[in-house]
C-alpha cells in the first residue's frame, strides 16, 4: 500500500516541480571481502562501566552520560524523533544550531580525540575487546592526531563562525577513512567570552579488498588500505589472472595522499595495464598522476586539479586485427578557481554565506594513434578535442545533518540553499572550432519535518555558422522523503524524474537510457533518441536487526522512461519499463561501499539485452557527497 500510494504521490511532485522550475553487469561474480571476520566482530562495542575521568589533552571532563555518549549529544542539540535510546534515534537538523550560541566567542584551545573502528561513538569508555577486534586493531592504526588537524581550517584565539565550525565536521566527516565527526563545543568555567572545541572522529576499518571469478579461468583481486599506517594515505593493489589474455596476468597499482602539507590537496599517481576504457570495449594501459584541491568550505579560496595521463589499447585478448581499435591519446586537464570577495567575508564572521566563485579550465584530450577504422572519419570519441571554457558560480549551501539517505545510520550531509553555474568558451575537434555557452541552476530544499529535495536545470550548446548545434536541455529534481516509522522500521521514498531535449545533434551522443537518468539495469546502448522522460520511484525499508553487523534495508522499485526518436514525432515514442526490488547490506564499520542484490525485470528489452536478471553489485554509495562548485565543463545529458 505504501508503495502504491507513493507512485501517485511521485506523479504529482513530478508536475509540479515542472511547473515550478551504475550497475555494472556482474556476471557470475563472487564477492569476498577481506578480514570479513575480524571486522564482523568489531560490531558490537561491549558497553563497559565508565571510568571516572576521560583525559583529553589535560582536558578532563567528569563522568557524564552528556559527555561520553558524543553520538547522543549532537542528536539533542538537533532534532531527535522518536524519543528513545540513542540507537533509535537520528539527526535532522541544520549542521550550525548547535555551534550558534558560541557565535563570535574566542577559540581557546582545539582538541582532537581520534577513535577507532571498535570504539562507540554510544560511549567513548566503550570497547570492544573480542578476539576479532583485538586482531583488527593491530592490523588497522588509528588516524593520527596530526592528520585530523591538518584537516582544520578553524584556528586557536580566533573567533568562532559557527558556519565554518559546521563545514569543518562536514569536511573531516567527508574523509574516505573516517566513519563520523562531532565537533564539540564546552564553556570555560569562569569565563563569558571563551569556549574550548574538541574534535571527536571515529575511524572506518580501513583494510578492503575485493575480487570476482568466472570459473578458474578467469579471477580478480583487489587489496587496498585506505589509511595506510593512519596517515591519510591511500595503498592499492589489484591483480588478474585470466587464462584467455596474452599475458595471463595484469596488475595496477595506486598511491594517494590526502591533503599533502595541510594545503587540502590530494595528490594521486597510478599503473594499470587492465584498465576498461570508458569509450570502448578495448583494455587499455593507463599510466596517471593528479592534483586535486576541492572547495571544503565557503570560506575557502581556491579550488582546482591537475591531470595527466597516458592511455593505450592493447590486444590483450587476442582480438582479430579487424576487430582491434589500436590507439594511443594523452590527456591533460587543468582547471583553477578563485572565491571573489573572500578575504573580506573571512573577517566578517556574521557575513552572508552567498559566494561568487570565478574559474578557468583548459583540456586537451590528443591522439597520438587513431585506430585505423576511423582514420580520415569523424568519431569524437576517437579525435582529439580542446577546450578552454570560463565559468562564474554563484552559489550558497548550507547544510542538514540527517541519516538514512544512502548510509544505515552514519551521518550524512545534505546541502540546502541554491547553485547557478554560468559557462562559456571554446571548442575545437577536427577542424570544428565552435564557441560554447551553458547554464547549470540547482537549488536545494530542505523541510522542517525532514524531506529532501533537489531540482536542476542544465542547457548549453555550441554555434556553428550561425546555427545553435549540439543543443541540451535538461530539468528535474529528486526526492528523498521524510522518514516514516513502521514500528522499528524506517521508510523513505525515493523520486527522480527529469526531462532531456536534444537539439541539432552533430557530435554529441544521442540521449540513452542506460543512465542515471533512464532505467537502472538497462545495459544496452541500442535505445536512443532525440527526447526522454524518465521516472524513478523507490522505497527502502531499513531493518533494525543486525546480522554479523551488518544492517539490511530491502526496497521495491519501478522505473519508467519515454523515448522519441531523434526526427520523429511524439508519437513514436517508445515506453520502456523496470520493475523488480532487492536488499541492500551495510557494516558501518567497514569501508567497503554497501553490497545490494537486485532483480530486474523488463517487460519490453531490446534483442541484445535479457527481460530478467539479478545483479550483485558491491559497489553503492553509502553516503550522500557534494560539492559546493564543480570545474567547468560541457552540459552532461547522460551523466550525472
Known amino acids: ?82 524519543e528513545a535510546n540513542a540507537d533509535e534515534s537520528y539527526l535532522n537538523g541544520k549542521s550550525e544550531d548547535s555551534y550558534l550560541p558560541y557565535q563570535g566567542r574566542i577559540i581557546r584551545h582545539i582538541f582532537i580525540e581520534p577513535y577507532g573502528f571498535n570504539w562507540s561513538f554510544y560511549d567513548t569508555s566503550a570497547r570492544d575487546n573480542s578476539r576479532a577486534a583485538k586482531i583488527g586493531s593491530k592490523l588497522h592504526h588509528t588516524t593520527r592526531r596530526f592528520v585530523i588537524r591538518n584537516n582544520l581550517f578553524i584556528e586557536e584565539n580566533t573567533r568562532l563562525n559557527a558556519f565554518m565550525l559546521a563545514d569543518n ?81 595484469g596488475y595496477g597499482a595506486l598511491y594517494r595522499k590526502t591533503n599533502i602539507g595541510h594545503s587540502f590537496i590530494d595528490g594521486t599517481a597510478g599503473y594499470t595495464v587492465m584498465n576498461m576504457s570508458d569509450y570502448t570495449l ?27 595521463s597516458h592511455n593505450e589499447s592493447h590486444n590483450a585478448y587476442n582480438t582479430p586485427d579487424s576487430n582491434l581499435l589500436e590507439y594511443k591519446y594523452n590527456l591533460f586537464d587543468l582547471w583553477a578557481g578563485y572565491n571573489l570577495g573572500i578575504r573580506k567575508l573571512t573577517d566578517d564572521i556574521n557575513s552572508k554565506r552567498d559566494r561568487k566563485f570565478l574559474a578557468l579550465r583548459y583540456y586537451n584530450r590528443f591522439f597520438t594513434d587513431i585506430p585505423f577504422q576511423v582514420n580520415n572519419r569523424f568519431n569524437p570519441v576517437f579525435n582529439s578535442s580542446q577546450a578552454l571554457l570560463a565559468q562564474i558560480t554563484l552559489f550558497r549551501q548550507d547544510y542538514y545533518k540527517t541519516q538514512y539517505i544512502y548510509g544505515f545510520g552514519t551521518t550524512e550531509d545534505l546541502p540546502y540553499g541554491y547553485k547557478v553555474a554560468v559557462t562559456a568558451g571554446w571548442h575545437k575537434q577536427l577542424s570544428m572550432e565552435r564557441p560554447y555557452a551553458g547554464l547549470n541552476v540547482t537549488k536545494y530544499i530542505a523541510t522542517p519535518k525532514g524531506d529532501f529535495i533537489e531540482a536542476y536545470l542544465r542547457t548549453g550548446g555550441f554555434l556553428y555558422n550561425s546555427k545553435i548545434q549540439d543543443g541540451g536541455l535538461l530539468f528535474g529534481a529528486i526526492l528523498f522523503s521524510r522518514i516514516h516509522f513502521w514500528n522499528s522500521t524506517k521508510i523513505r521514498q525515493y523520486i527522480n524524474a527529469s526531462y532531456t531535449q536534444l537539439y541539432n545533434r552533430v557530435t554529441t551522443a544521442p540521449l540513452a537510457i542506460n543512465n542515471f537518468y533512464g532505467l537502472r539495469g538497462f545495459l544496452s546502448d541500442s535505445a536512443v533518441g532525440g527526447q526522454r522522460i524518465s521516472l524513478q520511484l523507490e522505497t527502502e525499508f531499513f531493518l533494525h536487526f543486525k546480522i554479523l553487523g551488518f544492517q539490511f534495508a530491502p526496497f521495491p522499485y519501478i522505473d519508467m522512461s519515454l523515448l522519441t526518436p531523434e526526427h520523429g514525432s511524439f508519437s513514436k515514442s517508445s515506453f520502456y519499463t523496470s520493475v523488480g526490488g532487492g536488499v541492500r547490506a551495510r557494516n558501518e564499520h567497514l569501508i567497503f561501499e554497501t553490497i545490494e542484490l537486485r532483480a530486474y525485470f523488463f517487460p519490453v528489452a531490446p534483442q541484445d539485452m535479457s527481460g530478467f536478471k539479478v545483479i550483485l553489485n558491491a559497489n553503492i554509495r553509502y553516503r550522500y557527497s557534494s560539492n559546493f562548485i564543480a570545474a567547468p565543463d560541457l552540459v552532461q545529458l547522460n551523466n550525472y
Open 1 to 82: 500500500m505504501w508503495f502504491t500510494c507513493n507512485i501517485v504521490t511521485s506523479c504529482r511532485f513530478f508536475i509540479i516541480v515542472s511547473k515550478n522550475c551504475l550497475l555494472q553487469p556482474a556476471g557470475r561474480v563472487i564477492l569476498f571481502i577481506l578480514f570479513f571476520g575480524i571486522a564482523a566482530g568489531a560490531l558490537n562495542a561491549q558497553e563497559v562501566k565508565l571510568p571516572d575521568t576521560l583525559d583529553l589533552k589535560k582536558l578532563r571532563f567528569t563522568q557524564n552520560k552528556f559527555v561520553n555518549n558524543i553520538f547522543q549529544q549532537a542528536v539533542n542539540s538537533v532534532t531527535r524523533t522518536p
Open 169 to 249: 565536521e562536514r569536511h573531516i566527516r567527508s574523509l574516505e577513512f573516517i566513519q563520523d565527526a562531532r565537533i564539540l563545543v564546552n564553556e570555560v568555567p569562569g569565563t563569558s567570552d571563551s569556549v574550548d572545541v574538541t574534535v571527536y572522529t571515529k575511524d572506518l576499518f580501513s583494510i578492503g579488498g575485493g575480487g570476482g571469478s568466472n570459473g578458474l579461468n578467469h579471477i580478480s583481486i583487489n587489496l587496498y588500505d585506505a589509511n595506510f599506517v593512519g596517515m591519510g594515505q591511500r595503498v592499492e593493489i589489484s591483480g588478474l589472472y585470466d587464462y584467455n589474455r596474452s599475458p595471463n596476468f
Open 282 to 308: 578495448e583494455e587499455e594501459a593507463t599510466e596517471y598522476v593528479s592534483l586535486s584541491r576541492r572547495l571544503v568550505s565557503p570560506y575557502s579560496r581556491f579550488a582546482g586539479w591537475l591531470t595527466i
